[in-house]
């Protein structure tokens, strides 16, 4: 079974800054592009970057510049560090993954959420 598991996340003032890590565990063969999207109340979930096997990076015009992701292969974990952040950068952030198992062809998962909340 597999399991994308969330850390980081909070609460934070503007201009600050949170790391956000995703660890994907379980009968992993193949991950393919791992991301990070992010959703408020009321409106669809949107991407904020994703990070394919090799290494190529896709970044939402809302984040770029302040964001970075980022993914260590060998950990099967994928970061997304936040500078600067903006009171509109609040919601919950989810990962994501393309995964194959043993079992299973490539699909894709999503970790649990996590709150980020930035304001003074």
């Known amino acids: 079974q597999v399991r994308l598991v969330q850390s980081g996340g909070g609460l934070v003032q503007p201009g600050e800054s949170l790391r956000l890590s995703c660890a994907a565990t379980?009968?992993?063969?193949?991950?393919?592009?791992m991301g990070w999207y992010r959703q408020v109340p009321g409106k669809e979930r949107e991407l904020v970057a994703n990070?394919?096997?090799?290494?190529?990076?896709n970044y939402a015009d809302s984040v770029k510049g302040r964001c970075t992701i980022s993914r260590d292969n060998a950990k099967k974990t994928v970061y997304l560090q936040m500078n600067s952040l903006k009171p509109e950068d609040t919601a919950v952030y989810y990962c994501?993954?393309?995964?194959?198992?043993?079992?299973?062809?490539?699909?894709?998962?999503w970790g649990q959420g996590t709150q980020v909340t930035v304001s003074s």
């Open positions: 994501q993954s393309d995964i194959a198992t043993s079992f299973v062809a490539m699909t894709d998962y």
């Open positions: 379980g009968d992993i063969v193949m991950i393919n592009t």
């Open positions: 990070i394919t096997s090799g290494g190529r990076t």
